[in-house]
């Protein structure tokens, strides 16, 4: 089993930044790929962006490309989300998620998830 904790959410003004965090506990997430997804209210969870095991390979919704970057730290077996440039329509809770395998956007496709974390962007 494998445990996800996010972190770092709040209320910012459009133009702002934040990073999220990740924390995953349990058994070693090292060879999993991780993922970044978010629901607003009234709406489908949404892909953000994903990051292999050894982080040479991502991958972003168009919506976010430019402006979030993922990374991870093994040792810390944390994923961490930049988010640079933030609109209003990123407001949502972000959740973080893993899965055994290739990359994949689809929600469906992840085995963990974390209870999510609220983003809420001023305008």
């Known amino acids: 089993q494998v445990q996800l904790v996010e972190s770092g959410g709040g209320l910012v003004q459009a133009g702002g930044s934040l990073r999220l965090s990740c924390a995953a506990s349990?058994?070693?997430?090292?060879?999993?790929?991780m993922g970044w997804f978010r629901q607003a209210p009234g709406e489908e969870r949404e892909f953000v962006a994903t990051?292999?095991?050894?982080?040479?390979?991502?991958s972003y919704a168009d919506s976010v490309k430019g402006r979030f970057t993922i990374s991870r730290d093994n040792v810390k077996m944390t994923v961490y989300l930049q988010m640079n440039k933030l609109k209003p329509e990123d407001t949502a809770v972000y959740y973080c998620?893993?899965?055994?395998?290739?990359?994949?956007?689809?929600?469906?496709?992840?085995?963990?998830w974390g209870q999510g974390t609220q983003v809420t962007v001023s305008s």
């Open positions: 998620a893993a899965k055994a395998g290739g990359l994949e956007r689809r929600a469906a496709g992840y085995d963990y």
């Open positions: 349990g058994r070693t997430v090292s060879n999993y790929y």
């Open positions: 990051i292999s095991w050894g982080g040479g390979t991502t």
